[in-house]
DNA sequence: CGTGTTTGACCAGCGC
DNA sequence: GCGCTGGTCAAACACG
């Protein structure tokens, strides 16, 4: 089952990060740049997408080169042109290189809806936190690329400690919080 | 019986 | 206005 991988550092965590998922990503690539077009050639691993809107539907997922995690912390379009502003939470896209779609990051997910994506063969699944009150959720899709890597997007932040302690993705989590002033 | 998944329908935003 | 697409709902279903 945990056979997935994070991606943020191949050379590291070959196998076994289910212990010690350490994520220097987020510290070191965050701190600096915000953004996301890193330009190194490879470093695979763990790219943080800017997974809301503004993505030039060109390269969402399909023709961005494979790198730089970033937390998107960008509200998404919230200001529509209707008169009230419809309040979108930041999502925090990262990739992971997986078998599985479902990564088990400690929390109760409910699945309430999949979709089939354009320009993409996999669907996208949609999961919401089952914990009460805490309406987190996250989408979990396949690149169709390269369908070894899942990107699972969260959007809000858990209003309740992890439920199971599996490995320590809540560092992960509470990472995020930092780092996107949460 | 409680919990989670499946899946079609529905709705809203956006571009043309 | 219309069609496309993404996101959500909810009833039916499956499973332990």
Redesign the pocket.
Known sequence: MENYQILFHPSSSSSSLSSSTQLPLLSSNMQNSNVLTNTNGNSNGFWGLKTDVDVPKSDANNTAPHETFVGSQDEV?QE???GEK?VRRPRYAFQTRSHVD?LDDGY???????????NNKHP????RC?HQGCNV?K?VQRLSKDEGIVVTTYEGMHTHPIEKSTDNFEHILNQMQIYSGF
């Open positions: 379009k529509k042109k209707k419809k479902i109760r997910w409910r699945k309430y809806g999949q979709k089939a994506v354009k996208r699944s949609y999961y089952t959720k989408q």
